[in-house]
């Protein structure tokens, strides 16, 4: 058993994956055989992901504010505090805060074999005003 009491540091949105300002927190990364990663998602309004996809798929669960996400093909669809998104392993998406609102997701995926989280394409092009 380990308690974790001391976070690591909050770590910026890199700018190729990510439009406006995202803060990341590392909630739990443990070691193998797990492959479990769990983040804190911090997106200040208008701040979204690029498009992407996950190996395994990734579990979305909206701690405070409200949000958008969108499957390729899909419509922008709405998320609020309470809402939980399944995204399928392989499924091109993008997360976000609205316009005008903050939004934190807690975020949770399964590392491939080879420690890759996310496959990560191009910019979001059609984000609302
Ligand atoms: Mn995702």
């Given at each position: 058993m380990h308690i974790t009491r001391q976070r690591p540091d909050s770590r910026q949105g890199p700018a190729e994956n990510f439009t406006g300002t995202v803060w990341l927190d590392e909630i739990a990364a443990p070691a193998v055989p797990s492959r479990l990663r769990m983040f804190n998602v911090h997106f200040a309004p208008g701040a979204h992901t690029a498009w992407h996809t996950h190996p395994h798929g990734q579990v979305l669960h909206v701690l405070e504010g409200e949000g958008l996400v969108q499957r390729r093909g899909g419509d922008v669809e709405p998320i609020r505090a309470g809402d939980t998104v399944w995204i399928e392993p392989g499924e091109w998406h993008w997360h976000g805060a609205t316009p005008r609102t903050f939004m934190t997701h807690l975020a949770v995926v399964e590392a491939a074999?080879?420690?890759?989280t996310a496959q990560w394409h191009e910019h979001v092009t059609d984000y609302p005003a």
């Open positions: 074999e080879d420690g890759t």
